[in-house]
Nanobody, 126 residues
């Protein structure tokens, strides 16, 4: 059983930056594909970014060029570096893990992921 704990959220002004972290325990982290999703108030959860166990990365069009996902297998941690944040990106950001699926399409799907963290709040003030 994998446990995921997100951290690094907070309040930032429009145009600011944050780095989210997701620490994993209880499994072989290097064997998992990892994803970041977010859910804004009153909206559905949506894909943000994913990184495969081999390091391939995938991004939602809305964050491409501003967000960077990375992983440190030695620390069992996946990161999401966010720059030039926008007010509409205020949301709870969730980390997720999956073993089985690795292609671009499936790693963008909520239903593909087996394990989820509880989320970290990111608030971008305008």
């Amino acid at each position: 059983q994998v446990q995921l704990v997100e951290s690094g959220g907070g309040l930032v002004q429009t145009g600011g930056s944050l780095r989210l972290s997701c620490a994993a325990s209880g499994g072989t982290f290097s064997g998992y594909h990892m994803g970041w999703f977010r859910q804004a108030p009153g909206k559905e959860r949506e894909f943000v970014a994913a990184i495969s166990r081999t390091g391939s990365t995938y991004y939602a069009d809305s964050v491409k060029g501003r967000f960077t996902i990375s992983r440190d297998n030695a620390k069992n941690t996946v990161y999401l570096q966010m720059v030039n944040l926008k007010a509409e990106e205020t949301a709870v950001y969730y980390c997720a893990a999956v073993i089985r699926y690795s292609d671009d399409y499936l790693l963008r799907q909520i239903r593909s992921y087996n394990y989820w963290g509880r989320g970290t709040q990111v608030t971008v003030s305008s």
